[in-house]
Every structure is written in C-alpha cells, then in structure tokens.
C-alpha cells in the first residue's frame, strides 16, 4: 500500500468561515493554498428564481405537484479524509524508491459541516496549504463515526455516534428528524486539472443539491421520516445524497463551476 507522506489538518475541527492557516499553525503564509468552500446553491440558480440574494436566508423550501412541502431548518454532515490528488503524483507513490516529494495528498477529519441553507453561493469556507503543483482528482468521505476510530470527534458530538447525516425541518407541516449511516467515499475528476502556483491560491467548491434529496424518481418528494433506518427511502434517499454532490473550481465563489462543465462523481461503498 502506497505511503501517506502528505497531511495537513485543515485548520482544526469545524467547517466555518476560517482564515488561511500555515503548517505552523501561527498564521497566514504565502505558501500555496486551496480555499475549499461549501455550496447549497449557485449565484445564477437563484437569480435566475427572482430571489434576492441579500433576502436569502434560511430555511429552504421544496414543493411538488401534489401539494407536499418540505422546509429544511438544518442540514448537517460528517466529513473525512479530503484529499487532493495528481495522478502522475499517485503512481509513483507505488514506485519502492518514492520520497515525499513524489505524492501530494491531503487528510482530514471528521469534521461536522453545517451546509448553508437559503444562502447564494459558497458560504462555508476553509483553507489549507498544500504543495505547489496539479491536480486532477478530489475525494472525501462521508463518514459514519464509530467510537473505535472516532471517540473524540463522538464526545464534542454525541448525536453523530453511528451517524453521518442528520436533517431537522417539517414535511406538511409536521416536524421530522432525519438520520443516516451512510459511509460513502465520493471522488471527483477535475477537468481541467486545477493548477496551484508556488505562490498561488485556487478555489473549489463541494455543491450539495439538497432539493433532490427527498425526492422519488419522478419528482414527487417523500416524507424524511420514511428514509430512516429501516424505512421504504432509506436507499432512496442515500443514493439521492450521494447524487447531489459535485466538485469543482470556482475562482469566483458563485457556486457554479469555472469551466462551465460537471464533474464525474463516483462513489464507491
């Protein structure tokens, strides 16, 4: 197996709105940096709706044509082991005679992301600094912490012992909660590849299209409760989620790809 020879935290254990850290951790530094951000929602998208983005809040809203409505109030997901890629890189970390200098990646986690509701474009935003070079390739998990691995993440945060996903609003009127254990690892190619400069900063954005989420095949939207555990959704609604992600540059923060084109996300369990 392939050494590890490249982690950095990102800058400790939320997904908030953070400063550019260093490896030192004692401030800014003129090293190469990615910005990663967090989207529910593109500029455009909203624009295009007639909404005003200085009205926009939270929470978010979804109908269909049956006379169901779903208000989300809180959506929240555990996130591990975001890593940064190049595949020339990655082959010869395989290699007996590679060094650090060979392999570029970057480990984080678990860490508890709170996803912008009602908010225009990426509004969650952290920094890490990473090696000068290329990549091609972004992954994360969505992680389903276990205490084996993840006592100290579960002890700040009790209610995701065993639980990924967690998702509060009403659907009809009728309060819900809602819970995962999805543990999925998402990958992402990014084309074209992203460009770090040795003194340079690039910009990537995860957008969450949570208004597929709770929805059947033909569009209609199904009551969150019934994708719990054991529930007639809950594979419904976990290949919804695992759907609804897409990675990619964003240079602009409007939570819309650069390059005006889709990622192939793969997921594999």
Known sequence: MRPMTYRHALCAAGLVAVAACSD??????????????LATHPVAALAAKGVSLSAATAPETYTDGAGNTLVLTRVQLVIREIEMENEAAENACDLPTSGDDDCAE?????????LPL?????SRTLSTVVPAGTYDKVQFE??????????????ANPAFDGVSIRAEGTYNGTPFGYTSALDVEMEFALNPPLVVGANGA???TILVDLGTWFRALDG????????NKGGPNEGLVNEN???????FED??????????????AVATL
């Open 24 to 37: 030192s951790g004692s401030g800014p530094t003129s090293d190469p940096q990615v910005t990663l951000s």
């Open 142 to 155: 969505i992680h389903k912490p276990e205490s084996s691995d993840d006592a100290a993440f579960i002890a």
């Open 251 to 264: 240079e602009d923060h409007d939570g819309s790809d650069d390059h005006g084109g889709l990622d192939g």
């Open 202 to 204: 690039a910009d990537l």
């Open 106 to 114: 970057i480990e984080v986690g678990p860490m508890l992301a709170d």
């Open 220 to 227: 209609a939207l199904v009551d969150p409760q019934s994708a």
């Open 118 to 122: 009602g908010l225009a474009g990426a």
């Open 241 to 247: 989620v695992k759907r609804s992600l897409e990675t």
